[in-house]
């Protein structure tokens, strides 16, 4: 089985190329730039992803992962969301069905829910309040209608905020302050949220991939065990042998001062419940995440050694 992969110079794109090269499959591995060389993965570098010849891209390809796209940039304008998110994807999926690539699985995200109900399936109404979930649902819904009466089969993957050892956005400031031993006031953040560690998603996503169980669904995705972030924060700082220095602000005050900077959303992505019921990729697929939550956490804090100590 040959697949294509986009995105894959990313922080989840290089897990995927390495996870699904050492299962077996033949990689295309689509990038802007070379990543370490592998025996089962041809890296194709695509300086101009709307440009892209992906018809000739796509000889001989079963399955495409698309993981390329815009996601939580605060410098970013809508329509660059618009442009990669929606647009590339339904440049790829277009050319997908025009080649005859079996199936498509598209790497979403719960960010299409908005701030959710609390606890998330997959019946849930999408209702986005960001330019990422946004473009996100658009692409969604782009997927499902081009895809409408061809035999192309396509799948849909929404995982939460996903932690590594590379991790970008919140868990690479969080990681930055932890190992910096700067103190934190968010002690009284103890509501559940739901994570999932890169190699769970890796996991997840060769379950998915050329699975005809999978055809037509979606799936939200995520670890096992839900923590509030200030037991993330504990969890990490563990792995990295360092305390946790937590202390406490009331959750207002801080919801107030992050909305007067204009980060209202990070601060609701840190206080705010958001969990994660991932029983349909269980009982359909039989998927499990391999690895513990606070294993994961504390082998990403124990690699990464990208930051200041």
């Keep these: 089985m040959r697949i294509l992969i986009t995105g894959a110079g990313g922080f989840i794109g290089r897990a995927c190329v390495a996870g699904f090269a050492a299962a077996g499959w033949k990689v295309r591995a689509v990038s802007r730039q070379q990543d370490t060389a592998r025996p089962g993965v041809e890296w194709v570098i695509v300086a101009d992803p709307a440009r892209a ?34 647009g590339l994807t339904r440049t790829l999926v277009g050319a997908a069905i025009a080649v005859g690539v079996g199936h498509f699985v ?59 050892p590379a991790a970008r956005g919140n868990f690479r400031r969080l990681a930055t302050f932890v190992r910096r031993g700067i103190p934190l006031p968010l002690a009284v953040a103890t509501a559940p949220r739901s994570y999932i560690g890169i190699d769970n998603l890796v996991s997840a996503l060769l379950c998915i991939s050329g699975n005809r169980k999978a055809a037509d669904r979606t799936y939200l995705v995520a670890d096992s065990d839900d923590l509030g972030t200030a037991d993330l924060i504990r969890a990490m700082a563990r792995g990295a042998g360092r305390p946790a220095r937590l202390w406490w602000l009331p959750a207002w005050l801080l919801r107030a001062g992050a909305k007067l900077i204009g980060r209202g959303d990070d601060a609701e992505r840190l206080l705010g419940q958001l969990q994660i019921d991932t029983g349909a990729i269980r009982q359909e697929l039989g998927w499990t995440p391999p690895i513990p939550t606070r294993e994961g956490i504390a082998r990403a804090m124990a690699e990464n050694t990208d930051e200041v100590n």
């Design 53 to 86: 010849d992906w018809t000739a891209l796509l000889q001989q390809v079963d399955c495409v992962l698309h993981l390329a796209g815009v996601a939580h940039r605060p410098a970013a304008h809508s329509r660059e969301y618009d442009d990669v998110n929606i």
């Design 106 to 164: 598209y790497l979403s995200s719960i960010s299409v829910h908005g701030r959710g109900p609390g606890v998330c399936d997959e019946t849930v109404p999408l209702l986005p309040v960001d330019d990422n979930g946004r473009s996100k649902a658009l692409a969604e819904a782009c997927l499902c209608d081009l895809t409408r009466d061809t035999p192309m089969q396509w799948t849909v993957v929404r995982p939460p905020l996903v932690y590594g």
